[in-house]
């Protein structure tokens, strides 16, 4: 059965700050991986997908995963924090092959300080 | 501009009462999906439609219905079966392929008056 892990529940950072949020999954088959992004009160965006080719993902708003098949992993990046990172940050995968269903990481809350 | 249109915003229930949750979506998606959000535990899918006039159960759809009569519509009805309703629903939409995102909208947050 496919499952998500995200290693922390809050992360906090300094602005202009590594942002790395972790993200972790077991799949028997290939995965298609997602990192999505939700602010308070509000539905949740996509910030990058993998779902074949390169390994190194380029997102939206500066953020970047790379998926490495031997560590089963897919963590999100991001050279510099801004105030305006601060969300709710979540990983999804879905099987290669079949239909749309996501499986969600537990959410990773990020704080921004200055 | 395309997206998914969540009704309404907030709503409130009374014991015993079902409520219905729209979702109306314009990017003509063959796929639709309701899911649940609790603080702590990500989301749960609770019903997903591949096509018209078809859907199936998610892990947690017990007290809740669906229905997919139209492409661009798939309300959710909250019944009375559900006992612990207060949640934030939050309904998408995607292509019926996994390398395809899910859309979503805005969500509708349940409250038990």
């Known amino acids: 059965a496919q499952s998500v892990t995200q290693l922390g529940s809050h992360v906090s950072v300094s602005e202009g700050a590594l942002v790395l949020l972790r993200c972790n999954y077991s799949?028997?088959?290939?995965?298609?991986l997602f990192w999505y992004v939700q602010y308070p009160n509000q539905g949740l965006q996509l910030l990058l997908k993998y779902t074949t080719g390169a390994t190194l993902v380029k997102g939206i708003n500066g953020f970047e995963a790379e998926f490495k098949k031997s560590e089963t992993s897919f963590h999100l990046t991001k050279p510099s924090a801004h105030m305006s990172d601060a969300a709710e940050y979540f990983c999804a995968v879905s099987l290669s092959g079949g239909y749309n269903k996501l499986i969600f990481g537990a959410g990773t809350r990020l704080a921004v300080h200055p | 501009d395309g997206g998914i249109t969540q009704s309404p915003k907030y709503l409130f229930r009374k014991e015993g009462q079902n409520v219905t949750l729209s979702c109306e979506q314009n990017?003509?998606?063959?796929?639709m999906y309701w899911y649940r959000q609790d603080p702590g535990q990500g989301l749960r899918l609770i019903y997903y439609s591949q096509i018209v006039n078809d859907f199936q159960k998610g892990d947690i759809a017990e007290g809740y219905s669906v229905s997919r009569e139209k492409k661009e519509s798939f309300p959710l009805t909250v019944t009375s079966a559900q006992k612990n309703p207060t949640a934030f629903y939050l309904c998408a939409s995607s292509a019926p392929v996994g390398n395809q995102p899910q859309h979503f909208g805005d969500g509708t947050r349940l409250s038990i008056l």
């Open positions: 990017l003509n998606h063959d796929a």
């Open positions: 799949s028997s088959v290939p995965p298609y």
